[in-house]
Each structure stands twice: as C-alpha cells, then as structure tokens.
C-alpha cells in the first residue's frame, strides 16, 4: 500500500548550495514517474517527471535521476534558493495506480 | 495547461455542521477526481476517488457517510464533511488525472471549532 501518514524527513541546505531529494519506489513495473512540489498551505504542483526508458531528465534547475536498478529516483535542484522550500513527493505510475512517495520538507538556510 | 480549481481555500465551521469543498476542472474534463487528506507535516493521504456518474470508492478506514463525495458533472467533483468535528480539521486536497499525471486543486484549510 501507500505510505502514507508518516512524519516527514527534512533536508536543510545552505542557499546556493545545491539539493538533492532521494525517493524509493516501490514497483519494478512502474514506468512513469513524477515529482511534486507542495508549499505550505497549497495543493501539490508538478515540477518535472521522467519515463522508464530514461535514466536522466533535465529542467529548469532540476534534474531527476532513475535508477531502475534499486528502484530509486531522486530530484537534484541546483543552487537551491528560498523558493525551493516545500515538501517534495515523488509519484510512481503502474498499470492504473499512481502511488505516491511519503515526501521530504526541504528547508533553505540563509 | 490543466487546471483544477478548488473551493474555499479555507474553512472554519462549528462542531456539527456540515461543509462542503468543491473541486473543479476548468478547461478539460475529469471522469475521475481524488480526494486526499494531509495532516500537518505529514504525507498526502488518499481517501477516495470520486467517479463520474458513479459511487466513489474509499479508501479502508474512511468513512463514507462522513465524507460524502458527489460526482455530478465531468468538471466538479464535491466532498462534504457531515457532522463535523475539531478531529476532522486537516487540509484537503483534490486532483484530477490528466495524461499520466495528476494535477492538484490548491487545497482547503479546514478548521472545525
């Protein structure tokens, strides 16, 4: 199932510096991923995703990695800034289930 | 792009009444929208999934007659909270899947005093 309801680990990182949030997943059949960006007080918004047949997709400041090996995926933001701080999810797709990843809080330290 | 609008942002209600939440999509349509609940720092919690045209299915442990999912139309989707209690004060959010991803209302506050 989900892991859901559970306490959120955080990641403190200078301004400037750069992040990176891991994310395990839990189905060696998904093949579509996606990381979410949540501020406080707001829904969820997307921020970038990558599919199986990928091990690296680049945007705007963000880069996610996939490693189907382990099973894990994680979100790189260079030069972190005070805007990225927020709760991160990742989403794994299989077949017609999305599940979601249980989050990290990201804080940026002045 | 897809956009889910979600209505009111935030709500304060008297033990024993009812709100309800209203989750729309705006320029696409939506057979399908989730509903979740978010506890303060901690992970999105799936409660159920509203169907078009059909009863929603719940998630184990929520209970539908507390949570009533209404889903009219294939753009709105609403939640009310029956019988509200200060344990039911959390953040609610709802979602729509679009293509392979989910796009997310911007959530209500619920505060029950």
């Known amino acids: 199932g989900e892991s859901v309801g559970l306490h959120l680990p955080t990641l403190s990182v200078q301004e400037g510096d750069n992040s990176i949030i891991n994310c395990a997943y839990s189905?060696?059949?998904?093949?579509?991923f996606i990381w979410y960006k949540q501020e406080s007080g707001k829904g969820p918004q997307f921020i970038i995703d990558?599919?199986?047949?990928?091990d690296k997709r680049q945007g705007q400041r963000v880069t996610v990695l996939l490693n189907k090996t382990v099973k894990h995926l994680s979100l790189q933001i260079a030069a972190t800034q005070p805007g990225d701080s927020a709760v991160y999810f990742c989403?794994?797709?299989?077949?017609?289930?999305?599940?979601f990843g249980p989050g990290t809080r990201l804080s940026v330290l002045p | 792009g897809a956009v889910v609008s979600q209505h009111p942002s935030r709500v304060i209600c008297k033990s024993g009444t009812s709100v309800k939440i209203e989750c729309r999509s705006l320029?696409?349509?939506?057979?399908?929208m989730f509903w979740y609940r978010q506890f303060p720092k901690k992970s999105l919690m799936l409660m159920a999934t509203?169907?078009?045209?059909?009863?929603?299915?719940?998630e184990q442990g929520v209970e539908k007659d507390k949570f009533l999912i209404n889903h009219a139309s294939l753009t709105l989707s609403t939640l009310t909270v029956t019988s509200a209690h200060p344990e039911d004060s959390s953040f609610y959010i709802c979602?729509?899947?679009?293509?392979?991803?989910?796009?997310f209302g911007s959530g209500t506050r619920l505060t029950v005093v």
């Open positions: 320029d696409f349509q939506a057979t399908t």
């Open positions: 509203s169907n078009e045209g059909s009863k929603a299915t719940y």
């Open positions: 189905n060696s059949a998904s093949d579509y």
């Open positions: 990558i599919r199986s047949n990928m």
């Open positions: 989403a794994e797709n299989y077949g017609q289930n999305f599940v």
């Open positions: 979602s729509a899947l679009i293509g392979r991803g989910y796009t």
